[in-house]
């Protein structure tokens, strides 16, 4: 059974972290470029970071370039999100997102992020 497990979401002072981890199983993580996925409330899913498989290629939005860092770790099958900085815009359901190459597609049931005074 393929599972994705999102942690290390909650409440967060603006200026704040929070380091976001997901963890995987069911499948061979190294195959699979994973992602981070946001939902904001009211509003349609937003595409935040993605790593290659073997880690070596990052990306992200233009929102959060130069404040959130991703990672992974292909012996525990985990990927990571490290965010600084953040905003109350950042506010946010936060998915993890695995997609190899044959069109394989799996998420997470998310993890609430909440950015407020």
């Known amino acids: 059974e393929v599972q994705l497990v999102e942690s290390g979401g909650g409440l967060v002072q603006p200026g704040g972290s929070l380091r976001l981890s997901c963890a995987t199983s069911g499948f061979i993580f190294s195959n699979y470029e994973m992602s981070w996925v946001r939902q904001a409330p009211g509003k349609g899913l937003e595409w935040v970071s993605g790593?290659?498989?073997?880690?070596?290629?990052?990306s992200y939005a233009d929102s959060v370039k130069d404040r959130f860092t991703t990672s992974r770790d292909n012996d525990k099958m985990t990927v990571a999100l490290q965010m600084n900085s953040l905003k109350p815009e950042d506010t946010a359901v936060y998915y993890c997102?695995?997609?190899?190459?044959?069109?394989?597609?799996?998420w997470g049931q998310g993890t609430q992020v909440t950015v407020s005074s």
């Open positions: 997102n695995a997609k190899n190459r044959f069109g394989y597609d799996y």
């Open positions: 790593i290659s498989e073997g880690g070596g290629r990052t």
